[in-house]
């Protein structure tokens, strides 16, 4: 059974009886239902009645009623309201424009709009690279989504989108303080979407790709790198193979081993298991089975996308044919990037002594984790109620960062390389076992490093 979550926190407004015990009431009914009370504020009192904002943590809506309902059960107790914390974050969207000059006086206006202003546009006409010095394009990132591979929730359109991109931009600022700003565009057209990014990128110093759908997201990628004097970076895709990269250096250290020795299985052909096994092969990886829905991409396989044949051509230099279960078996390192419970607790015993395994699928990994740790060494996932979460956001702020300062026109494996080690890094080898390999997203020190080793490969 799920457990109860943050982001399916509710308050409800409650009115009841006063007596001694009143609140413990409402803590031990709504606690009964298996709900995680996180907070209860006394909002109004009388000399008989008292109003209650109960706040708690459930698993799921259904969950959220059944909350209300116990409450409500209650003698003397009456329900008015139920809020969905997450909902009420979202009210209005989650940024903002600020002005970084005060205008305070006519002065001020002369200087940051006309007459002043026109000196500044007649410098940057004479020499557009002052373009990155005198205006937000010194600091600015375009997220750019069409709303096709939405998180788990696949193609919701470019509107749906906008909540996760409007949370990357608060992300970029949060960790990196780089201003980046949503971009959904309503196209699903290859050639539109490339052409509607060269046209804004004047205005921005580098393009975060996100949550567009696989084989397009990779033709979209190419042509854009090819034909701007900015970074683009698809963080689908690379984001999350430099944290996996990361991850997998640190786990390889707390068991003795080297990447080049490694048998890997790759579940998931898509954008981020085909980025992944790329970004492995250049760390040095020499052995990596890639998988899809039919099983092992073979010599003999039919594959009928672009980066299948590729991966046809450059992965599974053993020729292994069969099923991602009888991949598994033999193997060093499972890495999952496709879809829930592929995998059982008998499919990790039947790999290597001290398996590796990252099952990155959300909400639910391949395999449960907990059947997993007890035949692997090191168990990862995407999820942030298990150790070892991989999460893009160890990854793409300080990369950014990185690039912006470096004034960087284009990104390649050998910064995602080195942005991988930078991660790896924050955890100081003598702090490193199986249940951390990965640094927190909260640690300081990871943005700042990764962003200096960018900068340092971009310059």
Not at 25 to 47: F, M, R
Not at 330 to 357: H, R, W
Request: contains cysteine.
């Amino acid at each position: 059974m799920a457990v109860p979550s943050p982001g399916y926190s509710i308050t409800l407004r409650v009115e009841t009886a006063v007596g001694r015990t009143s609140t413990s009431d409402l803590v031990a009914a709504a606690a009964a239902t298996g709900a995680a009370i996180t907070a209860l504020d006394v909002v109004e009192s009388t000399p008989h009645t008292v109003m209650i904002d109960v706040s708690a943590d459930t698993r799921d809506v259904a969950h959220a009623d059944e909350v209300a309902a116990a409450l409500g059960a209650l003698d003397g107790v009456e329900v008015h309201k139920v809020s969905d914390r997450t909902f009420l974050l979202h009210l209005g969207g989650k940024l903002e424009s600020t002005p970084k000059v005060p205008l305070r006086n006519r002065d001020d206006l002369s200087r940051a709009y006309t007459p002043g202003v026109a000196r500044v546009c007649m410098a940057i006409a004479e020499n557009k690279a002052d373009a990155r010095r005198l205006t937000i394009k010194r600091n600015t990132v375009a997220v750019v989504t069409d709303g096709t591979a939405v998180l788990g929730l696949g193609d919701i359109g470019p509107e749906a989108a906008m909540p996760v991109m409007e949370g990357k931009a608060v992300l970029f600022k949060q960790f990196a303080g780089v201003d980046a700003w949503p971009v959904a565009l309503d196209t699903k057209d290859t050639e539109e979407i490339i052409s509607i990014c060269k046209a804004i990128a004047p205005a921005y110093g580098g393009i975060n790709l996100e949550d567009i759908s696989a084989p397009r997201c990779f033709e979209i990628e190419a042509r854009l790198r090819e034909e701007l004097d900015i970074p683009v970076f698809h963080d689908d895709q690379h984001g999350t193979g430099i944290v996996t990269l990361a991850a997998l250096k640190n786990a390889l250290k707390v068991v003795g081993r080297k990447l080049e020795d490694q048998r890997i299985v790759v579940s998931g052909v898509g954008a981020a298991g085909n980025a992944i096994i790329r970004l492995l092969q250049v760390a040095g990886a020499k052995n990596i089975i890639a998988c899809g829905r039919n099983g092992a991409i073979g010599p003999n396989s039919t594959v009928d996308t672009e980066h299948k044949v590729w991966l046809q051509a450059n992965t599974n230099p053993e020729g292994f044919e069969g099923t991602l279960k009888e991949a598994v078996a033999g193997s060093d390192v499972f890495i999952g990037v496709s879809a829930p419970n592929v995998l059982d607790g008998a499919d990790i015993q039947a790999m290597n002594k001290d398996a590796l395994v990252f099952a990155m699928a959300n909400p639910d990994p391949e395999v449960d984790p907990a059947e997993a740790l007890k035949y692997a060494a090191v168990v990862a996932t995407g999820r942030s109620d298990y150790p070892n979460q991989i999460n893009n956001v160890l990854a793409f702020p300080g990369i950014f960062r990185g690039l912006l300062d470096a004034e960087a026109t284009d990104i390649d494996e050998n910064i995602m390389v080195a942005a991988a080690d930078a991660i790896a890094s924050c955890i100081p080898e003598e702090e490193l076992h199986p249940g951390y390999v990965v640094p927190s997203v909260f640690d300081p020190e990871v943005a700042t490093k990764v962003a200096a080793a960018v900068a340092a490969v971009s310059s």
